[in-house]
Each structure stands twice: as structure tokens, then as C-alpha cells.
């Protein structure tokens, strides 16, 4: 019965975008936690889910979603919303927060090293188990409480990311600094993530295709802790290196994955995570009586 | 009257020529290394057909599939203006985007993919 409620949770996670899928057009890096300087171009909704499937030490299994809705608000601006989810067998499915975000390039200009400003709100509960950053002395021990002991704790936080991006011929390398605070009471948390990525081949081939080396972008990402104005030290911290793959599929939906692996002792020993995206062109005309969609 | 109606038309007619200008001038932004680049998949015959698939993926939507524009926002691709540009003109907007009016930065595509839409849009000239 418990299994089955699991299922149907995932199911109805998984299959929302699918049910509403009509235009995709996706062409993003595989990352899970890093943020390049790419924007959402302005009018299009990205629909995408971010799945991370773990098992801290002492802990049960668990799979935790988020579900990413990314408007292209301006040319240089992007919102978006996170709902984020999570399940534990033996233990219960629940909704576990919202965050809220906005990117937003200062200079209007590409250059060799391309800043992106990044404010978040969120208000999650302590089981969110998303892994979407990691900041201060975050460690498997607090990804190893129950549903019911973590769902007690409410986080309202604010985060704020220097992101700092480059695209080199055919690759992409971006740093990203994070700064994170809750707003009641706790010091705040730093954290860092670095990645670099590329496709398989540069130049497209002259026939559309599903399986041609193009489509496949790889790379790797690394992210951790860097302690807070409590303890500014890395002990206890810790620290992820995770290879990418991400696969553009026909109609531009867009397929990744990343097995991530931990460095230390506070980290989980591997997080796998999925990622499923589909992008709505121009879904700002929808409501003014025209799909900008190409015909 | 007269007097009001000649000074509306100045006004209009100035505006027109600064458009103009403007318009003409915009590919003077562009860094003399950038204007004098040649695009390296010009010999290949198909660039331009590469170059069509990645602009129906990712231009088509705004600039139409006739690279016609919407008569709005989303200008014709033709136009003097393009016609006018070099390849290295074409591929540095691209790259660079105008992000104030909405043209995103396409510095995400690879830049073997921004030198196939270039082969694309100069053979729909």
C-alpha cells in the first residue's frame, strides 16, 4: 500500500511535464548545482525536475525532487520557482518547500568572464533533501533524520550567489560562491560550485538526429562547504565531484544525469541524480492571443 | 498651421535619418578582429543546412520560419542590414546578444553552430 502511494507520487512528479508537453526547445548545460551565465530566453517557460536518490549512513533510501518552473523574464533576467518533494520508504512522502530565485546579468555585454547576480528566498522544511547546494557544515547526518524529526524544522532563508561563467569555443566553465543565511537566527553559510562542461562535437550535422554527438553534452561539476561566520574552517564540511552527462532529445526536452561522489566523511558516500527538462517557446504570447511558437 | 505642420515634419524626417544612421552604424560596434573574421565553414556546402536545423530549433521561434520577423519586436533576417554585415558582424551579434532589446546571447552555442547560422542567414539573403 505504502509502496504504491511512492509510485504514484513519483509518477504523477515525473509525468507532469510529460502530460503537458507541446513545444520543447532546451539547449542548457547538464548541471545540477553549478549555474552558468545562460539565461532562459525571454518569453519561454522551462519545466524541469531535478531528482537526487542517496542513502545517507544510518539512514533510509530516499528520492527528493524539485520541480523547476524558469521564465525567461527579460533578456538579462530569469525567475524561478522550485516546488521541492521527497520520499523515504518506511518512512512518508512529503512536500517539503518552495524557493524562489532571479538571475540577473549586470552587464549587457559577453566577456571573457561573464558575472551573474543570484537572489533566492526559500522556505523549506528541514526534510527537503534536494541537495540543489551545499553550504556551511551541511553532512549526511542531517539528511539521516526522519520525515517526521526534520519536517519539525522550518528554514526561511536567504541566498545569494556570485555566479562567474565563461564560454570557450565549445566549452563551458563556470565558478559559482554562495553566501546563504537564515533569517531568524543562524550565522552565515558558505558554500562554492565549479564546473566545466562540452559537447561531445562542436558543429551540428546536417540531419536531424537523436543519437548524433552533438546531442550529448559531458562534463563534471564539484560543490561543498566552506564553513560559516561561526566556524569558517573546512572541518566538517563537505565536498562533491560529479561527472555529467546530459542528452538533448528530439522536440528539445532534454534528458541528464550525474552520479556524484563524496570526498569526505561528511559527505554521502554517491548521489545519483536525474534531471528531465522541456522548454515552452515564447509562453508569454499564450496569453496575448498568438503562440510565438515557429509554425 | 503651416508652421506647426512643417515643424512636425522636420521633427519626423530628423528622426527618420537618426534611425537611419543608427541602423547603418550598428555594425561599427563591432571590434575590427571580429569584422574581419571569415567563416572557417564557408567552403563547406553543408553549413548552411546545419545552419538551418539550429536556427529552426532556436531562432525560428521568435524570428519566424521564414526568418520573416513578426513585423514587431522580432525583426526580418531579411534585410541591408545583414546583407550589408560580414560573417564576422553576424556571428560577434550572436555571440553577444542585445540583451536591452531581447535578443538573447547565443555565446551558449558552440562556435562552430553560431559560424552554421551565419552560412544559413547569408544564404537566405
Same mark, same amino acid.
Given at each position: 500500500m505504502f509502496r504504491k502511494?511512492? /509510485?504514484?507520487?513519483?509518477?504523477? /512528479?515525473?509525468? #507532469?511535464? $510529460?502530460?503537458?508537453?507541446?513545444?520543447g526547445r532546451a539547449q542548457e548545460k547538464p548541471y545540477f548545482v553549478t549555474y552558468s551565465h545562460d539565461l532562459e530566453e525571454p518569453g519561454?517557460?522551462?519545466?524541469?525536475?531535478?531528482t537526487a536518490l542517496a542513502r545517507p549512513e544510518g539512514g533510509n533510501h530516499y528520492g527528493a525532487t524539485a520541480m523547476e518552473?524558469?521564465?525567461?523574464?527579460? *533578456?538579462?533576467w530569469t525567475t524561478e520557482l522550485y516546488l521541492d518533494g521527497q520520499t523515504t520508504p518506511q518512512d512518508s512522502t512529503l512536500f517539503t518547500g518552495w524557493r524562489l530565485e532571479n538571475r540577473l546579468r549586470p552587464l549587457m555585454r559577453e566577456h571573457a568572464i561573464n558575472p551573474l547576480l543570484y537572489i533566492e528566498y526559500?522556505?523549506?522544511?528541514?526534510?527537503?533533501?534536494?541537495? #540543489?547546494e551545499v553550504t556551511g557544515h551541511d553532512g549526511q547526518t542531517d539528511l539521516a533524520e526522519s520525515n517526521g524529526q526534520s519536517?519539525?524544522?522550518?528554514?526561511?532563508?536567504?541566498? $545569494?550567489?556570485?555566479?562567474?561563467?565563461?564560454?570557450?569555443?565549445?566549452?563551458?566553465?563556470?565558478?559559482? !560562491?554562495?553566501?546563504?543565511?537564515?533569517?531568524?537566527? *543562524?550565522?552565515?553559510? !558558505?558554500?562554492?560550485?565549479?564546473?566545466?562542461?562540452?559537447?561531445?562535437?562542436?558543429?551540428?550535422?546536417?540531419?536531424?538526429?537523436? !543519437?548524433?554527438?552533438?546531442?550529448? /553534452?559531458?562534463?563534471?561539476?564539484?560543490?561543498?562547504?566552506?564553513?560559516d561566520t561561526?566556524?569558517?574552517?573546512?572541518?566538517?564540511?563537505?565536498?562533491?565531484?560529479?561527472?555529467? /552527462?546530459?542528452?538533448? #532529445? +528530439?522536440?528539445?526536452?532534454?534528458?541528464?544525469?550525474?552520479?556524484?561522489?563524496?570526498?569526505?566523511?561528511?559527505?554521502?558516500?554517491?548521489?545519483?541524480?536525474?534531471? #528531465?527538462?522541456?522548454? !515552452?517557446?515564447?509562453?508569454?504570447?499564450?496569453?496575448?492571443g498568438s503562440n510565438g511558437g515557429g509554425e | 498651421m503651416t508652421r506647426t505642420f512643417s515643424g512636425l515634419l522636420t521633427i519626423a524626417l530628423g528622426a527618420t535619418l537618426s534611425l537611419a544612421?543608427?541602423?547603418?552604424?550598428?555594425?561599427?560596434?563591432? +571590434?575590427?578582429?571580429d569584422h574581419a573574421q571569415a567563416n572557417p565553414l564557408a567552403s563547406q556546402p553543408d553549413a548552411a543546412v546545419a545552419g538551418a536545423l539550429i536556427y529552426k530549433e532556436h531562432c525560428q521561434q521568435c524570428h519566424k520560419a521564414n526568418a520573416q520577423g513578426d513585423g514587431n519586436k522580432r525583426p526580418s533576417l531579411h534585410s541591408e542590414r545583414l546583407r550589408t554585415a560580414s560573417d564576422g558582424d553576424i556571428e560577434w551579434f550572436l555571440r553577444q546578444g542585445d540583451l536591452g532589446h531581447g535578443m538573447p546571447s547565443w555565446s551558449s552555442l558552440p562556435q562552430a553552430q553560431r559560424w552554421q547560422i551565419v552560412a544559413y542567414l547569408k544564404s537566405i539573403q
Amino acid at each position: 500500500m505504502f509502496r504504491k502511494a511512492i /509510485i504514484s507520487s513519483h509518477t504523477i /512528479i515525473f509525468c #507532469l511535464p $510529460l502530460s503537458i508537453y507541446t513545444i520543447g526547445r532546451a539547449q542548457e548545460k547538464p548541471y545540477f548545482v553549478t549555474y552558468s551565465h545562460d539565461l532562459e530566453e525571454p518569453g519561454n517557460l522551462e519545466i524541469e525536475t531535478k531528482t537526487a536518490l542517496a542513502r545517507p549512513e544510518g539512514g533510509n533510501h530516499y528520492g527528493a525532487t524539485a520541480m523547476e518552473l524558469e521564465y525567461g523574464t527579460r *533578456a538579462w533576467w530569469t525567475t524561478e520557482l522550485y516546488l521541492d518533494g521527497q520520499t523515504t520508504p518506511q518512512d512518508s512522502t512529503l512536500f517539503t518547500g518552495w524557493r524562489l530565485e532571479n538571475r540577473l546579468r549586470p552587464l549587457m555585454r559577453e566577456h571573457a568572464i561573464n558575472p551573474l547576480l543570484y537572489i533566492e528566498y526559500e522556505n523549506t522544511s528541514g526534510a527537503d533533501k534536494t541537495i #540543489l547546494e551545499v553550504t556551511g557544515h551541511d553532512g549526511q547526518t542531517d539528511l539521516a533524520e526522519s520525515n517526521g524529526q526534520s519536517r519539525r524544522e522550518h528554514q526561511h532563508e536567504a541566498e $545569494l550567489k556570485l555566479i562567474l561563467s565563461s564560454n570557450l569555443k565549445a566549452w563551458n566553465i563556470s565558478e559559482n !560562491f554562495i553566501a546563504e543565511k537564515d533569517l531568524s537566527h *543562524a550565522p552565515w553559510e !558558505f558554500g562554492y560550485a565549479v564546473g566545466l562542461t562540452r559537447p561531445l562535437r562542436s558543429a551540428a550535422g546536417s540531419r536531424e538526429c537523436t !543519437f548524433c554527438a552533438e546531442k550529448f /553534452i559531458t562534463g563534471i561539476e564539484g560543490y561543498g562547504g566552506l564553513g560559516d561566520t561561526f566556524s569558517l574552517t573546512m572541518r566538517d564540511t563537505s565536498h562533491y565531484l560529479a561527472p555529467l /552527462i546530459g542528452w538533448q #532529445l +528530439p522536440r528539445g526536452a532534454r534528458l541528464s544525469f550525474s552520479p556524484g561522489f563524496g570526498l569526505t566523511d561528511t559527505s554521502l558516500a554517491r548521489v545519483y541524480r536525474v534531471g #528531465l527538462a522541456f522548454e !515552452f517557446a515564447q509562453f508569454g504570447n499564450w496569453f496575448h492571443g498568438s503562440n510565438g511558437g515557429g509554425e | 498651421m503651416t508652421r506647426t505642420f512643417s515643424g512636425l515634419l522636420t521633427i519626423a524626417l530628423g528622426a527618420t535619418l537618426s534611425l537611419a544612421a543608427v541602423q547603418s552604424t550598428r555594425w561599427q560596434h563591432v +571590434p575590427a578582429r571580429d569584422h574581419a573574421q571569415a567563416n572557417p565553414l564557408a567552403s563547406q556546402p553543408d553549413a548552411a543546412v546545419a545552419g538551418a536545423l539550429i536556427y529552426k530549433e532556436h531562432c525560428q521561434q521568435c524570428h519566424k520560419a521564414n526568418a520573416q520577423g513578426d513585423g514587431n519586436k522580432r525583426p526580418s533576417l531579411h534585410s541591408e542590414r545583414l546583407r550589408t554585415a560580414s560573417d564576422g558582424d553576424i556571428e560577434w551579434f550572436l555571440r553577444q546578444g542585445d540583451l536591452g532589446h531581447g535578443m538573447p546571447s547565443w555565446s551558449s552555442l558552440p562556435q562552430a553552430q553560431r559560424w552554421q547560422i551565419v552560412a544559413y542567414l547569408k544564404s537566405i539573403q
